[in-house]
């Protein structure tokens, strides 16, 4: 299977379980875990009713 890093956009050839899957290595696993903890993504609006699938909630 191949991948593209989404912290630093290398291409890599990698097993079906590989274990920093969709990431190409632990490093890039943990830079994009301080992102989150660094709050660097982020909603851009407030989410709204409209926003939701239908049937998330137990809705039909």
């Known amino acids: 299977m191949k991948i593209r ?3 630093c956009h290398k ?3 990698v097993p079906d379980d590989f274990a ?3 990431f ?7 830079i994009d ?3 989150w ?3 660097a993504y ?3 609006r407030p989410i709204t009713a409209d926003d ?3 049937g998330v909630r137990g809705e039909n």
């Open 5 to 7: 890093c989404p912290i």
């Open 11 to 13: 291409e890599q050839e």
């Open 20 to 22: 920093y899957r969709p």
């Open 24 to 30: 190409c290595s632990q490093r890039c696993k943990t």
């Open 33 to 35: 875990l301080g992102n």
């Open 37 to 39: 903890l660094g709050e």
């Open 42 to 44: 982020r909603i851009s």
């Open 52 to 54: 939701e699938e239908p």
